[in-house]
């Protein structure tokens, strides 16, 4: 017997033969024979240090337990192949074969069940072992179950994790990678990253570790691994690489340069993503180019789902500059479904579903706009990186729609679509969102922090065609808050730009909509008259322009005093029906203010509502008499259940509303900003509330408001 010598007494029936006690694996311990032997303390030391936790002494051979319980921990597992010398050793040694090592393993406490080695043994022996035998037993592992024609699966990403380097495990881990880009881009960026620790080399997949970054929002990311493959002419993939950098300048606010990203690679290596250079081409003024590189570009062979997608994307959006602007929404509709079908997340500038919503909104149709949305964000349509992009222009829809509630549920999910912060465009986008609800609530102060808050946000993009609406309603708050010049030369930048696309209809006509409503608040008749004549020129190809034309002529001849009830009111509800009921709401509302007859009066008042049914119409700018008359009129207006009839409590509706503002501790002046009436009026609710509750002084009044108004209210 070579290497050790067993003491009388200490050897166990099932174990003879010199060959046994020759076993390599003797060699790592003082005895392989040690009886069960209770140890007061927690845990026992094997004979190389390796502390088991339970209070026994291991017996038949405490190396083989532990060379077993290094292999599971290693990552064999039972009854998969184990180590040869292992499984040598054991059947030489035992006629029970492994039976026996996994039995004592359990009987000691450190192995579970289903074969796996408690927490704590499997730490010790992984840190105490040297890494050479760890690393011989992974390579053995892995040459083990490719021969069994099993994949590595799971196994590769442990494996690398723990630093093993492997050209299989690199292209088992690069093979679920790319499997899994287009249906799960973190896992496919975690799974990129496991490969690099493995030993996978940088530049081969440089590009798609790019796409899964920016798919999953870390734009940081995305941009910096895109910057060294765009720095290698002859990178693989360079392609892709150049279509993830044109996604995050785009994201990033700055769509001109990936228009430029594009330039750089050329007709010649543009291939099958022409189609995404033309839309950001188009998006920043330069339709020439995008038709010079669709027309040198290689045409796509392969008619798949995502080459009609993009194919149509580009098309319908060609038409959105031509003279039948109609006819792009259904293209562009069109190109979001082949998208949603197609199921990729693959890196664009703009989604065809961001598109198509625009085209729509742009179109004086929120609705439509509103349902292309819903299903692209179903569909997933862009990846993680593109839903808040999706959400904030559902929350426009909404805002379009005055619908605020949804507006704001749309918001939130915007900001909770992914684990990054809100990409530049994004926050751009959501600051005009903040300042158009507070601008269509009257909530001057909100209005106030809202602007001060856009200010930051528009430092930070370019304007590009597919950001207008948020300037257009930047462009009316500034005229509201006297603070024009915020703004100036960014407008300047959009008309310039829709001048270089010869001023398509489809994309200018909101945005000469926006400048007249700028006109208008700031007095400035010549400020409004290009913009007026622009609308009624583009009004014979554009059923939106003929509308917004209507609306604007309506408005010069209210504020001039010289108005038909009649013309008002058919502007007020046009502009309802291509989607603008607050516009014409305020319309009607600020003409009835201005009416000198009381009869025209409540027809536009009952207009204003009728467009208007979540609150009262907005009046800006009334005379006393006229909101004294408003008061007057509501019974007639309400047919006995609106604003003016009273209910059980006594109080007419709008009176409970004043009522809850009250309550809710405001003055008659933010009573007055909060439903368009002014602060003599709201005096007057109150009093005219007193006597019908009978009430002798405020105290008196809060504590009837309270009774009258239900509970949910606390006392003052």
């Known amino acids: 017997m070579t290497g050790h010598d067993h003491k009388p007494g200490h050897h166990k029936p099932g174990h003879h033969g010199p060959a046994a006690d020759d076993h390599p694996l003797n060699e790592t311990t003082d005895t392989l024979d040690a009886d069960l032997a209770p140890e007061p303390t927690y845990g026992t030391a094997l004979s190389d240090g390796t502390m088991l936790p339970n209070g026994h002494r291991l017996s038949g051979g405490p190396a083989a337990v532990r060379e077993l319980l290094l292999a599971l921990s290693v990552g064999f597992s039972i009854p998969s192949p184990l180590p040869d010398d292992l499984v040598d050793y054991a059947g030489r040694r ?12 359990k009987d000691a406490g450190l192995l579970s069940d289903d074969g796996t080695v408690v927490g704590t043994a499997r730490y010790a022996l992984l840190k105490e072992t040297p890494t050479a035998r760890i690393r011989s037993l992974q390579r053995e592992l892995v040459d083990k179950t490719i021969q069994g024609g099993q994949p590595l699966g799971e196994l590769a990403r442990d494996l690398a994790r723990t630093g093993f380097k492997d050209h299989r495990v690199v292209s088992e881990l690069e093979r679920s990678a790319d499997s899994a880009l287009d249906a799960d881009p973190q896992l496919a960026a975690e799974l990129y990253a ?82 995404l250079a033309a839309v950001a081409m188009i998006g ?24 009609v997608a993009l194919s149509l994307t580009q098309e319908g959006l060609h038409r959105t500059l031509g003279p039948a602007p109609e006819l792009a929404l259904p293209e562009l509709i069109r190109a979001s479904d082949m998208m949603n079908a197609a199921g990729t997340s693959i890196p664009l500038p703009e989604t065809p579903g961001a598109l198509a919503a625009l085209c729509a909104l742009h179109s004086g149709e929120p609705e439509v706009s509103d349902t292309v949305l819903k299903a692209a964000l179903a569909a997933g349509q862009g990846g993680d990186a593109a839903r808040p992009r999706l959400f904030l222009l559902r929350a426009w829809s909404s805002m379009q729609q005055d619908n605020a509630d949804d507006a704001r549920l749309a918001i939130n999910e915007a ?79 959009a008309w310039d730009l829709l001048g270089r696309l010869g001023n398509p209809p489809l994309w200018s006509v909101p945005l000469h909509w926006a400048a007249v409503q700028a006109a208008l608040l700031s007095e400035d008749p010549a400020g409004l008259a290009p913009h007026a004549a622009a609308l009624v020129r583009a009004s014979e190809n554009s059923h939106l322009a003929s509308v917004l034309a209507t609306g604007g002529r309506a408005w010069v001849s209210v504020l001039a005093g010289r108005f038909e009830a009649f013309d008002v009111e058919t502007a007020a509800r046009g502009l309802a029906a291509v989607g603008m009921p607050w516009e014409g709401a305020r319309l009607a509302g600020h003409a009835a203010a201005h009416a000198d007859e ?53 109080l007419s509706a709008r009176e409970r509303e004043v009522g809850r503002l009250i309550l809710e501790g405001k003055t008659y002046r933010e009573i007055g900003e909060a439903i368009y009436i002014s602060p003599r009026t709201a005096e007057h609710h109150v009093a005219r509330m007193r006597r019908r509750l009978g009430a002798e002084n405020r105290s008196e009044l809060l504590v009837r408001l309270r009774l009258a108004l239900g509970e949910g209210y606390p006392p003052p």
């Open 94 to 105: 035992n006629h029970q074969g492994l039976d026996s090592l996994v039995a004592e393993a």
């Open 194 to 275: 496991e490969a690099l620790l493995a030993g996978g080399d940088e530049a081969s997949k440089a590009a798609r570790r790019a796409q899964a970054s920016a798919a999953t929002g870390d734009l940081d990311a995305a941009g910096r691994t895109a910057d060294r493959l765009l720095a290698d002419p002859e990178a693989p993939d360079l392609r892709l690489g150049a279509d993830v950098a044109a996604a995050v300048w785009a994201q990033r606010g700055m769509l001109s340069r990936s228009a430029d990203t594009y330039s750089w690679l050329g007709p010649d290596r543009i291939g099958s993503s022409a189609p």
């Open 284 to 307: 920043t003024g330069n339709s020439a180019a995008a038709e010079e590189l669709l027309a040198v570009a290689a045409p796509v062979r392969s008619p798949t789902l995502l080459a």
């Open 415 to 493: 900001v909770k679509a992914n684990h990054w912060s809100l990409a530049p465009r994004d926050e751009f986008v959501l600051a005009a969102l903040e300042v158009g609800l507070a601008r269509r609530g009257s909530d001057v102060h909100e209005l106030v922090l809202a602007w001060e808050r856009a200010r930051e946000a528009m430092m930070h993009v370019s304007v590009d065609l597919y950001s207008l609406l948020p300037w257009g309603e930047l462009m009316i708050t500034a005229a509201r808050l006297r603070e024009s010049r915020r703004v100036s030369h960014y407008l300047e930048n």
């Open 598 to 650: 009381r009869r025209d009066m409540v027809k536009l008042l009952a207009c204003a509502r009728d467009i208007h049914p979540q609150g009262a119409a907005p009046s800006t700018g009334a005379s006393q008499r006229q909101e004294d008359a408003r008061i007057t009129a509501q019974p007639v207006m309400d047919d006995g259940v609106g604003l003016g009839a009273p209910d059980s409590s006594g």
